[in-house]
């Protein structure tokens, strides 16, 4: 064997620590990342008839059924705002959560064909999974704002407070939080499928106790008021209504509250993310 084909410049070696997080190496994959986001988007309504246009037409179909069921058939105030605007804006948001923690807490199921053919990071994976889906929440925006702009034409009182420049914090939040919270998912469904079904379920029902279909304003009882306070999706909800429609029950202390819960979060997904990609392909 030649000299030549002894040499390594890369040596792929398992993470010995817990908390290893390689950007370097992360940032040398970044074509495969690219390549990643764009099968992602591509192929999310592939094969359909309207293809991307369903990316309008899912949100407008929500806020049309949660103006009818919600704002006509159980009344439910909106504090001023215009139905289609409230809801919009909590669907959009909430959507966008709730998706960047489905796709990254299926991280390792959905993907161990590619995972067991060939090497990357595996972290790549739930970084492409915010990214995807924000562009989903991009357009889902633009139709937000479309709305926007016409109730203002049609002269309705509308408030834009001046913390709508910390909006993408607001989002970078969000996204984080799915993350940590996705990758711990992902790391225990991979031996244990059954919590995968009851995850899905609990998603399902988390959007009842995050101000989406109704405000803040409507919760007079303390304890449960409390309650959904605790849940750290609720004062980023709070604060994307608040900076944009200046409605909302915004607090910097419950923000703070959300910022530590993401912190405490991606450091326990990434500990048990790299734990478990060790082996996962023996289990998965």
């Known amino acids: ?57 899912t949100p407008v179909l929500s806020v049309i059924v949660y103006v009818a069921v919600f704002g006509g058939i159980a009344n439910i105030p909106t504090d001023g705002i215009p139905p289609v605007l409230f809801y919009l804006l909590g669907i959009s948001v909430w959507g966008y959560f709730a998706a960047c923690l489905n796709s990254t807490s299926n991280s390792f199921v959905s993907n161990a064909s590619i995972f067991g053919k060939v090497y990357f990071p595996r972290i790549i994976m ?19 704002l479309a709305f926007y702009a016409y109730y203002i034409y049609i002269g309705t009182p509308l408030m834009v407070h001046w913390q709508v420049i910390f909006f993408p914090v607001y989002l970078f939040i969000l996204a984080m939080m799915s993350v940590g919270f996705g990758m711990i998912m992902s790391s225990v469904t991979t031996k244990y499928r059954d919590i995968q079904i009851i995850f899905g379920k609990i998603v399902s029902l988390w959007v009842y106790i995050t101000p989406v279909i109704y405000p803040m304003s409507l919760v007079t009882n303390d304890k449960l008021r409390l309650m959904m306070l605790l849940n750290p999706v ?11 429609l200046g409605q909302g029950q915004f607090s910097w202390l419950w ?20 734990k478990v990609q060790k082996s996962f392909m023996d289990t998965v």
């Not at 970044?30 to 293809?51: H, N, P, S, W």
């Not at 739930?126 to 633009?142: A, W």
């Not at 993401?262 to 450091?267: H, Q």
């Open 1 to 57: 064997m030649s000299e030549k084909s002894d040499y390594w410049n890369i040596v792929i070696t398992p993470h010995d620590r817990l908390l290893s997080l390689d950007w370097r190496e992360i940032w040398r994959y970044r074509d495969m990342f690219v390549l990643f986001v764009q099968r992602a988007f591509r192929t999310a309504y592939k094969q359909t008839i309207l293809g991307p246009l369903w990316f309008i037409i």
């Open 126 to 144: 739930p970084l492409v999974s915010v990214t995807t889906n924000l562009l989903s929440f991009g357009i889902q925006m633009l139709i937000f």
């Open 234 to 244: 609720t004062p980023v909800v709070e604060a994307c209504r608040y900076s944009l």
């Open 255 to 274: 923000l703070g509250y959300s910022v530590i819960m993401t912190v405490v979060l991606l450091t326990l997904g990434l500990m048990l993310f790299n």
